[in-house]
C-alpha cells in the first residue's frame, strides 16, 4: 500500500531561484491538496484539485506560485523568484471523498 | 471567515486520559477532523464528525456538537507514543475538500 510521496524532502534555494516540487498521490484519489504549514501553525490551504481540474486557489496563492495536476495524476507546485518568507513545509494530501486526507511527508523549502 | 480555537498545550502521565477541546467559528459547517502530527512529520488522520456524538476508534475518541459549534478529542491509555501535535480542523459545504486547521494542541506524556 503505497501512501502519497512527496518529491524532494528537502530544498535549500537562493533568493530569487525557482523551485518545483512533485506530489504522487494515492493512485485511486481523485482529489488533491497542497497546503504549507510553517513552525507552530497549522497546515493552511494553498489549493486543490479534483482530477486535472484546479477547483480552488487560496489567496495566499501569490502569482507566484503556480500549481498543475495533467492528466489528473501527480501534481507539481512550482514557486518562482522565491522570497524567504516563503520558506516552509509544503504539504500534499489526496482523498477521495471529502471526510479524510492523507498527507504526504512534505517537502521542506528553506529560501536563503 | 473561520476560526478554530484549542488549547496550546496539554500534559498527561502515561495510562491518563485527556481531552483536547476545539471551538469554531465558520458558515456552511460541514465536519469536523482531527490529526496527528509528530514532530517532523506529516499529519495522520485520526477521526472525522459530521453529526453530533462520538465517534470511537480504539484508544481515541471524538465528538461533535454542532449546535454548539464544539468538539473534542478524547485519548485513552496514554501512552509515550502519544506525544504529539494535534489539530482540528472543520469542512465547509461551500468549499468541499477544503480543511481550515486549528493551531494546534501540543500534547505531552510524562512516564
Known amino acids: 500500500d503505497t501512501g502519497v510521496s512527496q518529491d524532494p524532502r528537502h530544498k535549500i534555494t537562493k533568493r530569487g531561484q525557482n523551485v518545483t516540487f512533485r506530489c504522487d498521490p494515492i493512485?485511486?484519489?481523485?482529489?488533491l491538496y497542497w497546503y504549507r504549514q510553517t513552525l507552530g501553525q497549522g497546515p493552511e490551504f494553498l489549493t486543490y484539485?479534483?482530477?486535472?481540474?484546479?477547483?480552488?486557489k487560496s489567496r495566499l496563492l501569490s502569482d507566484r506560485f503556480s500549481a498543475e495536476r495533467p492528466k489528473g495524476s501527480f501534481s507539481t507546485l512550482e514557486i518562482q523568484r522565491t522570497e524567504q518568507g516563503d520558506s516552509a513545509m509544503y504539504l500534499c494530501?489526496?482523498?477521495?471523498?471529502?471526510?479524510?486526507?492523507?498527507f504526504g511527508p512534505g517537502t521542506r523549502l528553506t529560501v536563503l | 471567515g473561520q476560526s478554530l480555537e484549542q488549547p496550546s498545550e496539554v500534559t498527561a502521565v502515561e495510562g491518563a486520559i485527556v481531552q483536547i477541546n476545539c471551538t469554531y467559528q465558520?458558515?456552511?459547517?460541514?465536519?469536523l477532523s482531527w490529526y496527528q502530527q509528530h514532530d517532523g512529520g506529516a499529519p495522520t488522520f485520526l477521526s472525522y464528525?459530521?453529526?453530533?456524538g462520538l465517534e470511537e476508534t480504539g484508544r481515541f475518541s471524538s465528538f461533535l456538537s454542532r449546535s454548539d459549534s464544539y468538539g473534542y478529542l478524547l485519548l485513552q491509555e496514554l501512552q509515550m507514543k502519544d506525544s504529539a501535535s494535534y489539530f482540528c480542523a472543520v469542512g465547509r459545504g461551500s468549499t468541499l475538500g477544503r480543511l481550515y486547521f486549528g493551531r494546534g494542541t501540543q500534547l505531552t506524556v510524562w512516564p
Open positions: 494530501a489526496s482523498s477521495l471523498g471529502v471526510d479524510t486526507q492523507y
Open positions: 484539485f479534483q482530477n486535472e481540474a484546479q477547483l480552488e
Open positions: 493512485s485511486e484519489h481523485n482529489r
Open positions: 465558520t458558515s456552511g459547517f460541514y465536519g
Open positions: 464528525n459530521a453529526l453530533d
